[in-house]
Each structure stands twice: as structure tokens, then as C-alpha cells.
């Protein structure tokens, strides 16, 4: 098993048991204020928690924060930027190139101004500046709901592709056809607790 949650407890409520194995989606739904972002953050070790998290095996607890969250990445609905230049971001900026193209941004955009970002641009962007570090499994909450039909199904290819070749994904979306096409497995959330649904 690629990721192994149990008996998380936190601000969001618990126990929760969850588990992701390489290469699936599992989709996590939810009335808004529910504590879906709570959660991700909790798996990501960004608010205080408790409980066992494993990535194949080895415990969250026996590797720094930085080396996890490298590893288990969480990209927010509105992604914080700390520089003024979106190259700034990007390590190394000549593998964000092959995405960009992917999610219909021009290559100029490496150059821009954060401040001057389109909000999809920036939503594209915070997922490509996450996946070109290579994380094992990607934390995302509502990755595409600043884009138009057309550029979430340019996302939701990329997302099948990396699933293709490996990657983990927990995705928080109130996009029910999007859950359809993307989910392995899915959760609904209610106070405090996650109940499996068909996918
Ligand atoms: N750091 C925090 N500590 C305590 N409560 C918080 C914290 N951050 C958010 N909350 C509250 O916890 C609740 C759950 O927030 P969360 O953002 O996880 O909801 P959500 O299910 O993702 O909602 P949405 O679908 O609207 O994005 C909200 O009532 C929110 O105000």
C-alpha cells in the first residue's frame, strides 16, 4: 500500500482510516465547511494531528516534515506564493515546460509576475510548481475549479498520467462529474467521519 492512514484524529474530527494505493484517485466529497482541506492538511502534517501515517511502510514520524510533505504534497485550493516571479517557484524550471504545454500556458508565463496571474493560471501553475518535484502522492483540493471545461480535462489527463505512473492522489472535488471520470474510490464526508461510496 502507497499511503496508509489510521486513527488520524484533529481539528476535523476522526478516527479516519484511509488508504491510497499507487496509481489510484480516491475522491473525497463533502458539504462545504465539512473539514475536507482539514483533513489534507492533517495527512500533509500541516495542523496538528495524531495517528499513524504511512508512506509504503515507513512512518511519517521517523522523517523530518519537510521530507514528508515533499513526498505527500498538498496544493491548496488558493495556493501562497513566496516570490515575485513565477520561475522563482519552479525547480527546475525547464521540467515545468512539457506541463505547461500540457495544461494550455504559454511558456512567457514562466517569466510573469505572480501578482499578474489569471486565478486558473495560478491554479494550474500551484499544480504544476507540486508535480515537478515528483511527489509519491498529491494532496489535492478542488485542483480545477477555476478553469473552464475544456482546461479541466487538460488537468484531469495530466492527473491520469501521473497516476499511470504511480502517483497517489487524494482528491477533494464538488465537481460530481469530475469525481465520475477521476475517482478509483470515493469517500463522502460527514461531521467528523469518511463513508466509502461507489465510485
Ligand atoms: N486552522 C483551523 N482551525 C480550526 N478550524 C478551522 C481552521 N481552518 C478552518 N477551520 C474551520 O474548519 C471548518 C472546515 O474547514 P475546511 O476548509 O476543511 O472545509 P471544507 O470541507 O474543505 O469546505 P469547502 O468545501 O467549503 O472548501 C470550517 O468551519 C473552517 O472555518
Not at 521540467?95 to 494550455?104: M, T, V
Request: contains cysteine; aromatic residues 4%; glycine residues 8%.
Amino acid at each position: 500500500m502507497l499511503l496508509e492512514i489510521n486513527g488520524l484524529t484533529g481539528t476535523p474530527g476522526g478516527p479516519f482510516r484511509l488508504e491510497v494505493d499507487a496509481g489510484e484517485c480516491v475522491v473525497i466529497s463533502g458539504p462545504s465547511g465539512i473539514g475536507k482541506s482539514l483533513l489534507l492538511r492533517m495527512i500533509a502534517d500541516l495542523d496538528e494531528n495524531e495517528g499513524s501515517v504511512l508512506l509504503s511502510g515507513a512512518s511519517r514520524n521517523a522523517m523530518p516534515a519537510p521530507q514528508w510533505r515533499r513526498q505527500v504534497t498538498y496544493v491548496a485550493a488558493e495556493s501562497g506564493w513566496w516570490a515575485a516571479n513565477v520561475r522563482e517557484h519552479m525547480h527546475p524550471a525547464q521540467s515545468a515546460l512539457p506541463f505547461l504545454s500540457q495544461l494550455g500556458l504559454g511558456e512567457q508565463l514562466l517569466d510573469a509576475s505572480v501578482s499578474q496571474l489569471s486565478t486558473g493560471e495560478r491554479q494550474r501553475l500551484a499544480l504544476i510548481r507540486a508535480v515537478i518535484r515528483k511527489p509519491r502522492v498529491l494532496l489535492l483540493d478542488e485542483p480545477t475549479s477555476a478553469l473552464d471545461e475544456k482546461t479541466v480535462l487538460r488537468v484531469e489527463a495530466l492527473l491520469k498520467d501521473l497516476m499511470a505512473s504511480g502517483t497517489g492522489i487524494v482528491m477533494v472535488t464538488h465537481n460530481e462529474q469530475q469525481a465520475h471520470r477521476m475517482a478509483t474510490r470515493r469517500y463522502h464526508m460527514t461531521s467528523g467521519q469518511l463513508t466509502e461510496i461507489s465510485a
